[in-house]
Each structure stands twice: as C-alpha cells, then as structure tokens.
C-alpha cells in the first residue's frame, strides 16, 4: 500500500514538474507577442472559423514537436498517442497562462464580450503554445543530470571557493542583459501607456506576485540547465529568494531606464507614473532577466 502510495505521489508530484517547466518555456517564448495590441485587436474582431484554424495550425505544429522535444523530461521521439495527449496539454498550458496574464494586464475584464476575450486568448495562445512545446529545447532539463556527477561537481565548487562578488555581478551582469533585450522590444510602444491607464494598484501588486513567481520558477524549479549548480552558488544573494528577489530589482532598473531612452518618461512627470509603467515593464524584464541568469 506505502509502496503505491508513494508511486502515486512521484507521478503527480513528476505531472507538477512537467507543468511548471512547460509553462515557463511558454512565459520565455510567448510574453513579447502577450504585449503586443495587435495581437488583441486581431482575437478580439476574429471569426469563430479563425480562431478553429488557429487552433488547427497550433495543434499540427507542437504535435511535430512534441515528437522530438516537448515540455517532459524524455528526449527521444515519442509514441504518437504520447504526442497526441502532450499537444492537448501543451495548448491548455497555454490558453491557461496566456488568460491569466491578460487578466493581469486588464485586457480582460468581467466587462469583457464572451467572443472577444476566447478570441484573445486562442490567438495570444499560439506563440505561448509553441514556448511549451519547445520548453526542453530552450536550456536543456538539469532533472536527468547524474547524482555522482552532481556531487562531485558541487565538492569541486566548494575546493575552488569561488569568490561570491565575482559570481554576485555575473548574475546582475546576466540579468540586465537578458531584461533588456526584452524590455527594448516593448519599452518604445504604445502598450505600456495603454495599460497603464486601466491597472490599478490591486493589478499591479498582482504583477509583482507574478513576476517573481514566474522568475523563481523559471530558474529554481522548471529544471533548465544545470538548476542544482545554480541552487549551490556561492554570492552575495545566491539563496533563492533573494537572488529572485534581487534580480527583479535589477530587471525593473533596467526596463525603467528603458522607458526613459524611448522617452516613454520623462523627468517632470509624477512618481506614480513611473511606478506604474516600470511595474507593467517588470514581467518581462524579469522573465528576461530569468533567461540571462539560465544563460551563464
């Protein structure tokens, strides 16, 4: 009975693993086109045919994917009915995570017409759908790495002593490059502006949970690259949650400075205004920010 028990709890707590590294890829791949009003205007006016064709189109395309990568720990071709049920959850993952940053966003709202917000999401889900499937593909998953390899990598670091400053400023290094290559993407358009107008500041402490969830899962428990050697980092703030923390800071520094080069803020205007646009900036910054770290 403790023997099944015990099975049980592997393969849920295994299904939880899958999930979480799936939904990140889909944050790392997806978030750009999330903040993009195009994409709104376009799943808002869609067509009941159009949003099946999306469907259709996503569907065939993490299917062939999902026959060599996927969001789950095995990394050789699948057997297609395996394939078949990781596409169908490979697209819920994205409809699921694409909803929920709308709803973050504002773009959709309990004011929101029924066929406007499925238009939304479906076609905010196809790039996010894409990210899950493609989830193994982008750093690799640490989750199969060598227990005895591990040890004795970790006895290494700790002969070597490295020194915690240097590894401190490859982290800040890392993450102000990775926030800014997404944050100069967004920084200059007119989305910011526009969402700032409709959060309030309910929203945007939802944003900052969301951030820093989204980065401590991206990086301490999606399982790319090489997560235990990044858990054992010796610095100044390389425990966790105040690396998370830390690198959120150093994100949101970098996407304001970003909305002051595009001239997006300026200098006369009030405090409020630059919080509110450095927050909405700061998701991601800070998925960005999440990938730079990964990187190193």
Not at 193 to 218: D, E, Q, T
Request: contains cysteine; charged residues 15%.
């Amino acid at each position: 009975m403790n023997v099944a028990i015990k099975g049980n709890k592997n393969i849920w707590t295994s299904e939880f693993n899958n999930i979480i590294r799936g939904a990140c890829g889909g944050f790392l791949f997806g978030i750009p086109l999330l903040y993009t009003m195009e994409v709104w205007w376009i799943g808002s006016v869609a067509k009941p045919q159009m949003m099946m064709v999306a469907i259709a189109l996503t569907f065939i395309v993490v299917f062939l994917l999902n026959q060599t990568e996927g969001f789950r720990k095995r990394r050789h071709a699948t057997l297609a009915y395996d394939a078949v049920f990781d596409t169908v959850e490979a697209i819920a993952i994205g409809i699921v995570c694409s909803a929920f940053v709308l709803l973050l966003l504002r773009e959709l709202t309990s004011e929101t017409a029924l066929k406007e917000a499925v238009g939304k999401i479906i076609f905010e889900s196809v790039p996010f759908s894409l990210g899950v499937a493609l989830a193994n593909h982008f750093l690799g998953d640490s989750r199969n790495a060598n227990t005895q390899q591990n040890s004795e990598t970790n006895k290494a670091h700790k002969q070597k002593n490295p020194d915690e400053l240097q590894a401190t400023l490859a982290d800040i290094g890392a993450t102000l490059i990775g926030a800014t290559v997404i944050a100069f993407n967004i920084a200059p358009t007119d989305e910011i502006p526009m969402l700032a107008a409709a959060v309030s500041p309910f929203w945007l402490l939802s944003i900052i949970a969301a951030s820093l969830l989204i980065s401590y899962g991206i990086v301490f428990e999606a399982g790319f690259s090489d997560q235990q050697k990044r858990r054992q980092q010796q610095g100044i703030f390389q425990s966790p949650l105040s690396e998370t923390i830390m690198s959120y800071l150093v994100s949101l520094v970098a996407g304001t400075f970003m909305l002051w080069f595009f001239q997006q803020l300026t200098f006369s205007d009030p405090w409020t205004m630059w919080l509110d646009h450095a927050l909405l900036l700061g998701l991601p910054a800070t998925i960005g920010g999440a990938a730079g770290r990964l990187a190193i």
